[in-house]
């Protein structure tokens, strides 16, 4: 069982307005991973890290950025929410083998 | 071309049927594979993973890989319709333990 935790589950919240999801594991685990996903499509990689201090963007372009400070938080930020950010963020994280484990996932809207 | 293709779907079975979902990717040199299962507004969870050409089995679930043609599939036995779901095939490529995720088969077990 994938000890995850994704805080908030679900935010409404203005154009322009900053915000932070929040990932964190429990397990240990180096590697992080930050998903975009749109209802009925495909999960695309936006950012991780394999390790404290290190991230790298993924293959979907993102606006957002993330910091790895601790091993065990993940936090994604947006200086400037838009409309074109609401999505469903997805966090995950793997223990030097590949096998991710994901958490329950944040549902953004913006309006 | 799309470096893991999946069949969109939606595949219907009866309930009590057997589920086959088809998985192709593009790099010949990916050693480990993995089946993903989502409901509907949640997020990924693991079923198996395989590193070995041919089957391996865990319950209803039976996971089959061919390396030469480059193809992985995942039978379900049994299907409920607990097990309608969109099933994610994704492939580790590259030297940075990435996974790669297809679109999704979504599975539709009716009564």
């Known amino acids: 069982e994938a000890d995850i935790y994704q805080t908030p589950r679900y935010l409404v919240i203005g154009t322009g307005k900053k915000i932070t999801l929040e990932c964190s594991q429990t397990?240990?685990?180096?590697?992080m991973y930050w998903y975009q996903q749109d209802p009925g499509m495909e999960l695309h990689l936006i950012h991780y890290?394999?390790?404290?201090?290190?991230?790298e963007k993924g293959d979907l372009s993102s606006e957002s950025t993330v910091s790895r400070i601790r091993t065990e938080h993940f936090p994604l930020t947006l200086e400037s929410a838009r409309p074109s950010h609401t999505s469903q963020y997805l966090c995950?994280?793997?223990?030097?083998?590949?096998?991710?484990?994901f958490g329950p996932g944040t549902r953004l809207l913006v309006l | 071309q799309k470096e893991v293709e999946q069949n969109s779907g939606p595949l219907s079975v009866p309930e009590g049927a057997i589920a086959s979902l088809n998985c192709t990717y593009s790099?010949?040199?990916?050693?480990?594979f993995f089946w993903y299962r989502q409901y509907s507004g949640k997020s990924p969870e693991l079923i198996m993973f395989?590193?070995?050409?041919g089957d391996k089995e865990d319950g209803r679930f039976t996971a089959q890989l061919n390396k030469a043609s480059q193809y992985v599939s995942l039978l379900i036995r049994d299907s409920q319709p607990s097990d309608s779901a969109t099933y994610l095939c994704?492939?580790?490529?590259?030297?940075?333990?990435?996974?790669?995720f297809g679109a999704g088969t979504r599975l539709a077990v009716h009564p």
């Open positions: 995950a994280s793997s223990f030097s083998g590949e096998t991710q484990y």
């Open positions: 397990m240990g685990h180096d590697k």
């Open positions: 890290s394999y390790g404290v201090n290190s991230t």
């Open positions: 790099d010949r040199g990916s050693q480990s």
């Open positions: 395989i590193y070995s050409n």
């Open positions: 994704a492939v580790v490529s590259g030297g940075y333990n990435k996974l790669i």
